[in-house]
């Protein structure tokens, strides 16, 4: 497990328990190796880093970014990107690139990133530091939210 962290991982999702499971189950294994260990919502880690930038503390905030061992960024593409969101991000991934690692989960393909960063230049920038030296897992299924939905919905239509 220690080598594939070392060499960074990139997770792809489509709300699976399975990878959910996996994530975490990876997670906890890791905090249990007392790793340094950050996880963030990339729109809430956008924010804080806008936030930074406004007030002229980005460089003290990406160099603690830095410090750790694994960044856990998830729920790439939920949101749009825009240009300074997107530069910032830009700035991360390629402080972090090929010194630490980073876990990425997404329910965007790959090829779909430039849509969901407002500028597609930089989106092939930030993939191409975050595959390279990587694995990517393409988990696919039904999302277990909407399983335990139709299964609920299923039950109560019995049940009429």
């Known amino acids: 497990m220690g080598r594939e962290l070392k060499r960074g ?48 503390r980005l460089e003290p905030m990406l160099k603690n970014y830095l410090r750790y061992k694994l960044l856990i960024i ?24 090929e010194k630490k690692s980073i876990i990425v989960t997404t329910n965007i393909p790959l090829s779909k990133w430039g849509q969901t960063f407002s500028n597609p230049t930089i989106a092939n920038a930030i993939l191409d530091r975050l595959v390279h030296h990587s694995e990517i897992f393409k ?12 299964e609920q919905h299923t039950k109560q239509n019995l049940n009429r």
Do not use: W
Request: glycine share 4%.
């Open 9 to 56: 991982s990139v997770l792809q999702r489509n709300s699976d328990y399975f990878l959910y499971h996996h994530y975490f189950g990876e997670t906890a294994q890791i905090k249990h190796d007392q790793c340094r260990l950050r996880c963030h919502r990339c729109h809430e880690l956008i924010e804080r880093l806008k936030l930074a930038y406004q007030e002229n």
């Open 74 to 97: 998830d729920e790439i593409g939920y949101l749009p990107i825009d240009d300074l969101g997107s530069n910032l991000f830009f700035q991360l991934i390629s402080r972090r690139y």
């Open 139 to 150: 988990i696919s299924g039904k999302s277990y939210r909407m399983k335990d939905y139709t």
